[in-house]
């Protein structure tokens, strides 16, 4: 059974930074494209960056330049590092893996910036 498992959220002030870690289970860790996806109070769940197989990223518009996805295969580990936090970051962070068609998710980590 697939588990990823998030950690490294907490709260920052704004321009801060956090990295975010999420340990994988139970899967082929290097055949899974991994992502980190967000979601505010409100709001609906949103891409926040990708990084496939062979390592190629993606990143949504309004993370670019400021966040930066990365994957150690060895660690099962993917990790995201935030810097430049803005107080519109805040929001639940969920890992994603994407495996043999199925997408599967963690429980999430909370990050919060205060102003």
Not at 29 to 44: C, E, I, K, L, V
Not at 48 to 67: C, E, H, L, Q, W
Request: glycine share 12%; aromatic share 8%.
């Amino acid at each position: 059974q697939v588990q990823l498992v998030e950690s490294g959220g907490g709260l920052v002030q704004a321009g801060g930074s956090l990295r975010l870690s999420c340990a994988a289970s139970g899967l082929i860790f290097s055949s899974a494209g991994m992502g980190w996806y967000r979601q505010a109070p409100g709001n609906q769940r949103e891409l926040v960056a990708t990084i496939s197989r062979a390592g190629n990223t993606m990143y949504a518009d309004s993370v670019k330049g400021r966040f930066t996805i990365s994957r150690d295969n060895a660690k099962n580990t993917v990790y995201l590092q935030m810097n430049s936090l803005k107080p519109e970051d805040t929001a639940v962070y969920y890992c994603n893996a994407l495996y043999v068609g199925r997408d599967h998710w963690g429980r999430g980590t909370q990050v919060t910036v205060s102003s």
